[in-house]
């Protein structure tokens, strides 16, 4: 059975810096395109960033363009998110998610939940002011 498993999760001060990881049991991650999804409370969950199957492209939402880094270590089988100068208004639940395994498809649909076929249970970030 898949599981995708996020840590590295928790508090920090506004302008900090984090990591989030997501590991996978049953899933290659070299095979699929990789994303970051988020939900802020009383919000629906919006797409952060991705990671195109071949890897030769990533996605971003507006808001974190040139603070966030998507990567993947083929060899870990694991999915990173790394997050600088965070905002309070990055506060949020952080979702791994993988799918479209083997294919590539336009820029617009690696923004989108129904790319993805598989989840994670989140990971807390909350950023302080």
């Known amino acids: 059975q898949v599981q995708l498993v996020e840590s590295g999760g928790g508090l920090v001060q506004a302008g900090g810096s984090l990591s989030l990881s997501c590991a996978a049991s049953e899933l290659s991650f070299g095979a699929y395109a990789v994303g970051w999804f988020r939900q802020a409370p009383g919000k629906a969950r919006e797409f952060v960033a991705a990671?195109?199957?071949?890897?030769?492209?990533?996605y971003y939402t507006d808001s974190v363009k040139g603070r966030f880094a998507i990567s993947r270590d083929n060899a870990k089988n694991t999915v990173a998110l790394q997050m600088n100068s965070l905002k309070p208004e990055d506060t949020a639940v952080y979702y791994c998610?993988?799918?479209?395994?083997?294919?590539?498809?336009?820029?617009?649909?690696?923004?989108?939940?129904?790319?993805?076929?598989?989840w994670g249970q989140g990971t807390q970030v909350t950023v302080s002011s």
């Open positions: 998610a993988a799918g479209a395994k083997g294919k590539s498809y336009r820029a617009s649909s690696y923004y989108t939940e129904r790319l993805y076929d598989y």
């Open positions: 990671l195109s199957w071949s890897g030769a492209n990533t």
